[in-house]
């Protein structure tokens, strides 16, 4: 039985201590990040997790002074870690502890104090805690964003408004909730909710770790998903600070083609297309001079900065062996020369016969675009089932290339 004097004395006693859990990068096949998270470490005894303590925390009115602690710690462990491939670091926090201002002062003089980037460092709150909170949370942890620190929604799909949630926070990234991840291969249905959290963190422009990956079948779900980074098992255990620095290599996973982006990017396009097209159907029907065909109700103009082109920057850019890589990033920017012209146009009043051939073109370049990314995609499952066949065959031949599991 742990009581609220034990945690009081090994607070005190500094027995406590942070772990960290690598993240990876499905489409770079490398870390990118980690999450810190606490044990106790009694000198005496084996490491408890946070299941079995936390509770008594929270029923003993100490969750504040764990959360300083676990905050104290974490600047001393990023002055040792420093700007390397754990980095951003993500560390958990229970949100009522915001709701005395100590907690973000800690946390931004900490930044300011140990020199980072308040980029490498985000916190993680859970839904369940963000739906009871007063404004006086809102506004510390709004403050933490402002100053630049990442926020994720941690064990997302396990509370009961995650949306609404979503809709109201600063978010800038989800941790699918490992309940989910570990119940995806069961049925049609929860694969479904898996993809639709996937896809709706897309739309929204923020980041998705999926956490508890613990099998490669996981895995494979997830990069056709269009997944872009996980944690779990798989790749490592929570490690001690030390271990984590000393580890050479996590279990590399061999499939980090992110194949499942190329679908986002053949949506994201449709998408795209049907908003230009509506736009210019319905200002083209108007007055030449009505003040309404100078809105910007167009979809992005620029090709660098609209979601097609930040994927052929980013994750898409690991498929760029492909020879259609470099068709379909022409015909991208193609098809935004073409919606550049066609708003130029609106603007200075063309009707429906001015902007048809302009349209038309703009078909021909959709067409040509979707066509090179459907090869691509191909192009990708070719190369991911051809490394699943070739490491079957090395695992019948030597045992499992790759474990379902990892201590
Ligand atoms: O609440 P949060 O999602 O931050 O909790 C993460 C917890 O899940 C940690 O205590 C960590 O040790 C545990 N964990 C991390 N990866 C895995 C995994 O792959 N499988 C299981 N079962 N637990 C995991
Ligand atoms: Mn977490």
């Known amino acids: 039985m742990i009581t609220a004097q034990d945690i009081d004395a090994g607070l005190g006693a500094r027995h406590f201590q942070l772990y960290y859990q690598p993240k990876f990068s499905m489409a770079h096949g490398e870390v990118c990040g980690s999450e810190a998270l606490v044990r106790w470490c009694p000198p005496d005894g084996d490491v408890i997790d946070p299941g079995a303590f936390l509770p008594v925390v929270q029923r003993a009115g100490l969750s504040s002074r764990l959360s300083a602690y676990i905050v104290e710690q974490l600047f001393e462990d990023m002055a040792v870690l420093g700007p390397t491939r754990f980095s951003p670091v ?3 926090t229970v949100a009522s502890d915001f709701e005395d201002d100590a907690l973000c002062a800690q946390i931004l003089a900490g930044v300011a104090a140990a020199g980072i980037a308040p980029e490498s460092l985000e916190v993680e709150i859970t839904e369940q805690h963000a739906l009871s909170c007063s404004p006086r949370v809102f506004a510390n942890i709004a403050r933490l964003r402002e100053a630049g620190l990442g926020l994720a929604m941690d064990d997302y799909g396990l509370g009961y408004s995650s949306v609404d949630t979503l809709s109201k926070w600063p978010f800038t990234s989800i941790k699918l909730d490992q309940g989910l991840v570990q119940r995806m291969l069961d049925s049609e249905k929860n694969a479904g909710i898996v993809r639709s959290a996937i896809r709706m963190a897309h739309e929204l422009d923020i980041g998705l770790v999926a956490e508890g990956v613990e099998t490669a079948a996981q895995y494979h779900f997830l990069v056709d998903a269009g997944c872009m980074k996980m944690q779990g098992y798989l790749i490592s255990r929570p490690l001690p600070l030390a271990a984590l620095i000393t580890h ?18 053949i949506v994201d396009h449709i998408q795209w297309r049907r908003k230009m097209v509506a736009y210019t159907l319905r200002h083209a029907g108007e007055p030449a001079d009505s003040p309404l065909r100078a809105e910007p109700d167009h979809p992005v103009l620029s090709c660098e900065k609209c979601q097609i082109g930040r994927w052929y920057r980013n994750g898409g850019a690991t498929l ?19 919606g550049a012209e066609i708003v130029e146009c609106i603007r200075a009043g063309a009707g429906i016969e001015q902007v048809r051939p302009m349209l038309g073109l703009l078909q021909q370049t959709s ?20 490394e699943k066949a070739a490491q079957a065959a090395a695992a019948r031949a030597c045992g499992p290339a790759m474990p379902e599991r990892v201590a």
């Not at 050479?248 to 990017?265: D, I, K, S, Y």
């Not at 062996?321 to 073409?338: C, E, K, M, N, Y």
């Open 248 to 265: 050479e290599r996590f279990v590399p996973c061999p499939v980090t083609l992110a194949v499942g982006l190329v679908q986002m990017a």
């Open 90 to 92: 993500s560390f958990n």
């Open 320 to 338: 760029a062996g492909s020879p259609v890589f470099a068709t379909s990033d022409r015909a991208h920017q193609r098809l935004h020369a073409i």
């Open 367 to 386: 067409l040509d675009l979707l066509g090179s990314l459907l090869v691509l995609e191909d192009h990708g499952l070719a190369t991911i089932y051809g």
